[in-house]
């Protein structure tokens, strides 16, 4: 009876000794770093990996990643110094360098990365919007980056937090402002469109009035030269007909005889009512006889 009351306080007591040693013992990993609160009081810092101890029930461990950390915060609208909007997008690099301090002020991770994107907005802010548009996109793109990381890293110290780096990832014009631009671009385009044809249209009034105008020189110019031909032929035909009446006047009388004979009875439809000894049939009347 004694031996199993013995056995049995044995027992109770390994148990509550093992207890106590799991409660005491805890494990800091290599890529941690923590800190021991007594009654939620910070007492010590854990900065070294390996098995550490702590008084149960009365101290307990927080535990911080140790790690390189990535900040990816939602796209901001930003306002250059030249009223310029962008919609910038940016990455955050820090690492957690004073446990102490980032417990005092944030406590845990999630409302560090809150902090710290609250910090890397607002020097965005501060830094661009000293800058204009084309400073951004010159070389001097740099130096604004630079900017940038310095002030971050400025105001992450008052968390523990040291940034490693600072990166603006995209930068973009707004939807509306893009929306707008296109439709000023387009319009500018249509306004060239407009001049380009109005031009077009011009220059195409200018070659057809000046072809109409040389049409018309050439057509007065070459009526002028068949008048003048017209005319010179006419009197060539005068003076031949001059000629030929004064050599054979029986002849010239005969041949305007048969022209009257053409010109007065080729249309049939014609009547003409004369004596048979007129001298209209003189030479008719001579070919009569001579059958």
Request: glycine share 4%; charged share 30%.
């Amino acid at each position: 009876m004694r031996k199993s009351v013995f056995v049995q306080s044995l027992v109770v007591i390994c148990g509550a000794f093992l207890i106590l040693l799991f409660s005491s013992a805890y494990l800091v990993y290599q890529l941690e770093q923590a800190i021991v609160l007594q009654f939620g009081e910070p007492i010590r810092v854990i900065t070294e990996p390996g098995l550490k101890f702590k008084v149960p029930f009365v101290q307990n461990v927080v535990f911080y990643d140790a790690r390189l950390l990535n900040l990816d915060p939602p796209a901001q609208e930003v306002v250059l110094n030249d009223k310029k909007r962008l919609d910038v997008d940016s990455f955050t690099r820090y690492r957690i360098v004073d446990p102490l301090k980032f417990y005092k002020t944030v406590r845990t991770e999630d409302q560090a990365r809150s902090k710290l994107a609250e910090i890397v907005n607002s020097s965005l802010r501060k830094v661009l919007g000293r800058v204009t548009l084309t400073e951004l996109l010159s070389g001097r793109r740099t130096q604004i980056m630079h900017d940038i990381s310095q002030t971050v890293k400025k105001d992450a110290e008052a968390i523990g937090v040291s940034v490693a780096d600072v990166r603006i990832r995209r930068a973009d014009l707004p939807m509306e402002v893009m929306q707008a631009i296109n439709d000023r671009m387009k319009t500018e385009r249509q306004r060239d469109a407009k001049e380009f044809r109005a031009k077009g249209q011009q220059q195409a009034q200018n070659i057809r009035a000046t072809a109409d105008k040389e049409a018309t020189i050439i057509v007065a110019e070459a009526e002028k030269n068949a008048q003048i031909a017209r005319g010179e032929g006419d009197k060539e035909a005068v003076e031949l007909w001059n000629r030929t009446v004064g050599q054979d006047v029986d002849f010239y009388e005969f041949y305007r005889s048969l022209d009257a004979y053409r010109n007065s009875l080729s249309d049939q439809d014609t009547s003409l009512v004369l004596s048979p000894d007129s001298d209209f049939f003189k030479y008719f009347n001579q070919s009569m006889k001579n059958r």
